[in-house]
């Protein structure tokens, strides 16, 4: 197993070589790229605007929470960016050059995140960045990324009613996981009532809104509470109590980062058995990266509306599990956002060569219509709002820290950041 502590800058050169040697020729049968020369790409030409650009290497940023409350949920997204990165150099690198990394930790603070991306554009000159997590520490550095004209790519599930040219975002939105878990839950389970509950930043409660709307306006049922706590907290057996009182069908959780531990074992703790589905507990929130802290037993019968579970039988999927095991340990998970974190190197790969520039402009401009066929989830496409069309998948939580999936959409969902109706 590879320690997870990497320095911060990654050396040019190889090194894993006894997995790498597996993984290359498995990672070439997935993406399958052209092998490309950094001789037919000259410096001068590929890299106009000054980034951290040689003959031999091209630098990007990993800015992500590797300690505080989201280093639960953000572990995960480093390890996939580096195995990317370590894949792609196996393979040869971007334009023949090969990637090193810079990493800054956001702290679980978001006026660090946007300090470390500053530092990352000004002063490291990165060609790009992936990273953040929670909306709130993307919101925070979104500013510093167009001001400087950075590119973000941005792992995590959220909201929408964002659409940024210096960002490509490889989660969902708010109508591909929100609104079609909802759907679900109403037609499938029959649930009527709803009780919303969320850590207190801008996701949870822009993505309760829109819950909310739904619920009332489209689905004409009824949203029986409403709560939010700080990120961080861990005494829920007030709110407990009043579900238990009100008696919804659904618990809709967007609970976040370690409150996730505290909150599902009290669950439990206070006669919850979520396996009898009274109430039913439907999150957005809780990936198999938090279950390895919450407990499979403790959270066992919830179900998921995420895109990706790591229990996909595919192909791809078994390529991508196996090589993450591989760097990362037997006893490692995958969860959705930690896969989405997987696709931004190589859709920033796919941009830099079909623009022939690092160039981030150009990238930009080469985004739209890249797409991946054999990503772990399934084929994905850059949509020209910079968002992706992915499945929607719904999944059971098992006791052994996995999802069982129980539904998925028969076709890939338009990402459609702005809806009508919901703003």
């Known amino acids: 197993m590879s320690d997870p502590k990497i320095p911060a800058t990654l050396a040019s050169g190889v090194s894993r070589r006894a997995m790498l040697a597996g993984t290359a020729a498995l990672t070439a049968s997935l993406f399958a790229p052209k092998i490309l020369l950094a001789k037919d790409y000259p410096t001068a030409a590929v890299n106009t605007t000054g980034l951290a650009v040689t003959d031999d290497t091209v630098t990007v940023g990993i800015l992500h929470s590797v300690t505080g409350t989201m280093a639960i949920s953000e572990t995960g997204s480093v390890q996939a960016e580096k195995l990317a990165i370590e894949q792609i150099n196996a393979m040869g690198g971007v334009l023949g050059r090969k990637i090193e990394f810079i990493q800054e930790d956001g702290a679980s603070d978001w006026p660090t ?172 929130s809780v990936t198999e990266d938090e279950i390895r802290g919450i407990g499979g037993e403790n959270i066992e019968g919830a179900y998921a ?43 920033w790969k796919a941009a830099v060569e079909k623009a022939g520039s690092f160039d981030v402009d150009k990238v930009r401009a080469a985004s739209p219509g890249i797409e991946l066929t054999s990503a772990p989830e399934g084929y994905v496409k850059v949509h020209e709002n910079h968002h992706l069309w992915s499945k929607t998948r719904v999944g059971l939580a098992k006791p052994d820290g996995q999802y069982e999936v129980v539904f998925e959409t028969p076709d890939l969902v338009e990402p459609d950041p702005f809806p009508k109706g919901y703003q």
């Open 305 to 347: 509306c995420m895109k990706y579970f790591q229990s996909l039988d595919n192909e791809n999927n078994v390529a991508f599990v196996k090589a993450f095991k591989e760097m990362w340990g037997s006893d490692i998970v995958i969860g959705d956002v930690t896969q989405a974190a997987y696709l931004g190197p190589w859709l």
């Open 113 to 284: 995140f946007a300090e470390k991306a500053k530092k990352l554009l000004v002063n490291d000159k990165v060609a790009s960045v992936m990273g953040c997590w929670t909306s709130a520490s993307r919101k925070a550095v979104l500013p510093v990324f167009e001001q400087y004209n950075g590119f973000l790519y941005y792992p995590t599930f959220y909201e929408g009613l964002e659409q940024s040219p210096n960002v490509i975002y490889t989660g969902q939105e708010a109508t591909q996981q929100i609104i079609a878990g909802l759907d679900w839950v109403s037609k499938t389970k029959g649930a009527e009532t709803f009780y919303l509950l969320g850590s207190d930043y801008i996701w949870p409660r822009t993505s309760n809104k829109i819950a909310r709307k739904h619920i009332e306006n489209f689905l004409g049922k009824k949203v029986v509470g409403e709560e939010y706590y700080p990120l961080g907290h861990t005494q829920f057996n007030s709110v407990i109590n009043k579900i238990r009182l009100r008696k919804p069908d659904v618990i809709y959780a967007i609970v976040v980062g370690g409150s996730n531990v505290a909150f599902y074992k009290q669950l439990k703790a206070a006669g919850i058995d979520m396996t009898k589905e009274k109430p039913l507990l439907l999150t957005i």
